[in-house]
């Protein structure tokens, strides 16, 4: 059962069966219980595992009050337990023979919130993980004579909060155990040598500091394990990642919002199928039994695009730098990122859009604009850096098979600011088009390639106009000849417009426009797109506005607007236009981002003319500085540039895409109760799994069981964990109890039993 937070009370049906509502047709639930073992107030993070061998299931708590993780080893009435030191005798609480658990205390010194047991060493002994975001993770090792080591700490980063950051599995299938944090920059995972790491760990990004969860599971059929977690607070609030062979790659979001976390049923109810989870729907607060899987059936009707999201520096670190381009001459389009260290990433493109896990390579610090340039008629494209915290430039090429080398540091005046490339010349080779500034002024070096290497700068042009750092360079045909402008763009300032000449040579442009003063003024890239608007087969200016887009050509010394699109409500913030043929009428529509609606609004031709709004496309919600349109094994799809990462967006759902489907739902029919947790298990041994929604405010349960005949769920039994003694004065705890549980066989007879950490005790349920 998720963790989810009793006053002192009166519990409930002690000694008692519990017994489901009458149905003929069904199996009884039966529990006996509650059996009730005393622990401190304030504990936490309850574990479950056999950490002795003895194939019976453990409990495991962080005793908060008195510093301390305690083991309850389960035994059977009479018997000692396996493979465990003798502890001290404790004359206040001495241990009855027939107690259902021995236990065991490891002092500890920090804030634990989080455990995790598994065999890191390898030496046959189960070792035990704990954690938290205050003072990082720990290892207990367990010994050959059943003592445990002493703490081993993992240099982690910080913890998410909250319980299930922590856990040990064999992620890649080679036998041995690694132990994975869930930390605020994503998931760390650290292999093991022995009884210390491995080298550095591997950090798979996510793009919500909020989410959580680590849960485990085929869901594309492909034999290995596939990674589902929660972003709390989003409509797309379940994320998955596939595995392949480099690891867990991009991020899917999911239309379904979980009120706390979910839970795993491996194979389905019958215990047969496919991997399914259960979840409160944070909304409706009902209970959802949904599968995450490319084999569920697309929703007719719903027009989504999903988002593979890869996010690769801190949200809270400046904005990072990216360039794509085939860099290292497969004829496959890579990915470059930087941020503020001395180093950039390197993502290699494949075949199906993917790219691959990023490598690592030295080279400028602080670097703050990244550009791709053909600079050689053969091989892949070179990389121009900017470093505005080191105040240098320079190039540097991908060795085929290698690394990319340190880059060649250009030589130029003033300080460097951002940087484009493109052929204004038009001999088949670019040329690095660089800006800089002294103090407000602010110019534009040409600096061409020489034919033995190197660069010559042959021109300067001053930007005039601008007084503050551009938002970005555009290159393209502004006017249509066929030679390459320049669009360079400004938060505060209009945008200058520099016309090419075909020859190298640049000119400004359109200096007196009124157009140009008031559409091209505060513009930033992600406001900005090109399309053929009046179908002359020349790529027509896009400028996003409060509530439409206009269509900009420049003709002579003149800006014109050539048409206008208004969007749904007729305000609110719009980005990144652009065309696509969406409808499948071989004639494009035009399209921008709607951050209000989360999604991209279609705009289609209409009999007068007129484009006008045909559909909506959800997304989900997300930053945009930069949007970009390539192919992608004979499908358009959209590269979206954000301030720590970018996402892929296909146009065409590919097939291999996972889909998630909502197979059943319940709507209790209880007043006042409101679910905020559901777990699994078969608790009338009927082999097919059944729920237990728990709502912890009310310190209520309700068992249900699905009817197949109905295909729906039917309540089969609720009761109150306690009764209030509204007379007693003593300590009272939380509002939220049961504030944990687990499912689980607890006495080793093969059946689903169930415990609850309330107050000071732990309450245990077992299936009669």
Not at 92 to 110: F, K, M
Not at 332 to 343: C, H, L, T
Not at 406 to 411: D, G, H, Q, S
Not at 447 to 468: A, D, N, Y
Request: charged fraction near 30%.
């Amino acid at each position: 059962m998720p963790k989810v937070s009793l006053i002192l009370a009166i519990y409930l049906l002690a000694g008692y069966p519990l017994l489901a509502k009458k149905d003929l047709n069904a199996t009884a639930f039966r529990f006996v219980g509650p059996e009730v073992v005393k622990i401190d107030w304030n504990a936490r993070a309850l574990h479950s595992s056999d950490l002795n061998g003895d194939d019976l299931a453990d409990l495991v708590i962080v005793n908060r009050e008195r510093s301390r993780i305690e083991i309850l080893y389960r035994r059977k009435p009479g018997q000692k337990v396996k493979n465990v030191r003798s502890t001290r005798f404790d004359r206040w609480e001495p241990v009855l023979e027939d107690a259902p658990y021995q236990r065991e205390n490891l002092s500890i010194d920090v804030e634990v919130t989080s455990l995790a047991t598994g065999d890191l060493d390898a030496n046959g002994k189960i070792d035990l993980a704990y954690g938290g975001a205050e003072d990082g993770v720990f290892i207990r090792f367990r010994e050959k004579d059943d003592s445990w080591s002493i703490p081993v700490e993992i240099d982690t980063g910080t913890l998410r909060s909250g319980t299930g950051t922590l856990a040990i599995r064999d992620l890649d299938g080679d036998g041995s155990l690694e132990l994975l944090a869930h930390v605020k920059k994503g998931l760390e995972v650290f292999r093991m040598k022995g009884r210390e790491t491995d080298g550095q760990p591997t950090l798979y990004r996510d793009d919500s500091p909020r989410s959580r969860g680590l849960h485990f599971a085929d869901l594309d059929g492909d034999g290995d394990d596939d990674w589902l977690y929660q972003a709390a607070g989003d409509d797309r609030g379940v994320r998955t990642r596939l595995w392949d062979k480099s690891g867990f790659g991009p991020e899917y979001s999911h239309s379904l919002s979980s009120r706390s976390g979910v839970n795993l049923l491996p194979e389905g109810l019958s215990g047969k199928g496919k991997p399914a989870f259960v979840g409160i729907e944070a909304d409706s607060r009902d209970v959802a039994l949904f599968s995450v899987s490319p084999d569920n059936v697309r929703s007719e009707g719903a027009f989504v695009w999903p988002s593979l999201i890869l996010d690769l520096f801190s949200s809270g670190d400046d904005p990072a730098a990216f360039v794509s381009a085939d860099f290292d001459g497969d004829k496959i389009d890579d990915m470059v990122a930087a941020s503020s260290g001395a180093e950039i990433l390197f993502l290699k493109g494949r075949v199906d859009g993917d790219f691959a896990s990023p490598e690592t390579f030295p080279s400028f610090s602080e670097l703050s604009s990244l550009a791709a340039g053909r600079f050689r008629k053969k091989g892949g494209a070179s990389l121009v850096l900017v470093s505005s915290g080191e105040k240098l430039v320079g190039v540097s090429r991908c060795l085929a098979g290698k690394r990319f080398q340190f880059p060649e540091a250009l030589t130029f005046e003033d300080e460097p600011v951002t940087v484009v490339c493109t052929d204004l010349d038009a001999n088949g080779l670019d040329e690095i088009l660089l800006v800089t500034k002294e103090r407000y002024d602010y110019t534009l070096h040409r600096f061409v390639p020489e034919s033995k290497g190197g660069f010559t700068e042959t021109e300067k042009i001053e930007l005039e106009g601008i007084k503050r750092d551009p938002s970005g360079i555009i290159p393209c045909d502004l006017d249509g000849d066929g030679n390459m402008d320049l669009l360079v763009l400004s938060l505060r300032d209009p945008a200058i417009l520099l016309r090419g000449d075909g020859m190298g040579k640049l000119e400004h442009v359109a200096k007196s426009s009124a157009i140009r003063k008031s559409m091209l003024a505060d513009l930033s890239p992600a406001r900005v797109g090109l399309a053929d608007v009046n179908e002359d087969g020349k790529a027509d200016l896009l400028v996003a506005g409060d509530g439409f887009v206009r269509a900009l050509t420049l003709k002579g010394d003149k800006l014109e607007i050539l048409d206008q699109f208004n969007s749904r409500s007729g305000k609110g913030e719009i980005l990144a236009p652009f065309s696509l043929d969406v409808l499948g009428d071989a004639k494009p529509e035009f399209l921008f981002y709607s951050p209000a609606d989360e999604g991209f609004e279609v705009l289609s031709r209409d009999a007068d003319g007129v484009f006008r709004y045909a559909r909506s496309i959800e997304t989900g919600k997300f930053d945009i500085r930069r949007l970009f349109q390539r192919e992608v094994e004979d499908s358009l799809e959209l590269l979206v540039i954000d301030k720590s990462g970018f996402r892929r967006i296909p146009t065409r759902d590919p097939d291999d895409t996972p889909v998630l489907s909502v197979h059943s739902s319940y709507t209790t029919d209880l007043r006042n109760v409101s679910h905020d947790a559901v777990d699994c298990g078969d608790f009338d041994s009927d082999g097919v799994l059944d729920l237990l929604c728990l709502d912890s405010t009310r310190h209520l349960l309700e068992f249900l069981r699905f009817d197949k005949a109905k295909s729906q769920w039917d309540s089969a039994l609720r009761f109150h964990v306690f009764e209030s003694n509204l007379h007693y004065q003593g300590r009272k705890g939380g509002a939220s109890e049961p504030r944990e549980g687990l499912v689980l066989d607890l006495n080793g007879d093969g059946r689903d039993d169930f415990v609850l950490l309330v107050h000071d005790r732990l309450l245990c349920y077992y299936q009669e």
